[in-house]
């Protein structure tokens, strides 16, 4: 399983066109082959950070969504949206374990 999670540091002016191409990019991303799960959100404290979580079944998936038109209008957009740096992590693991629960057995965890 290959990883990836990027922060955006956006311009609070950024308007409509940064969210349309978002979903168009979310979209078509979770269709391309090698894709397990394709996510981008808003940070609910730092409201300006736009955040991609990317799993893909390893990094040749990863490489070829680079290389996706998709992708490539997203970064072009880029320079007119972007306040700062930005951040991306990238790693390799062989084992992912996810876990569902509900609200109460989270509560119940903690008794």
Do not use: W
């Amino acid at each position: 399983m290959y990883v990836v999670h990027t922060t955006i540091p956006l311009d609070p002016d950024c308007g409509d066109e940064l969210v349309d191409r978002v979903d168009d990019l979310v979209e078509r991303s979770r269709n391309e082959d090698g894709t397990v799960r394709y996510r981008a959100m808003r940070d609910l404290t730092e409201g300006n950070l736009l955040r991609f979580f990317e799993q893909y079944e390893d990094a040749d998936a990863a490489e070829a969504h680079t290389n996706s038109e998709e992708y490539r209008r997203f970064n072009e957009l880029l320079p007119e949206v972007v306040d700062g740096k930005i951040e991306t992590l990238q790693f390799e693991t062989d084992e992912v374990h996810a876990v569902e629960f509900t609200a109460a057995d989270a509560v119940d965890a903690l008794e």
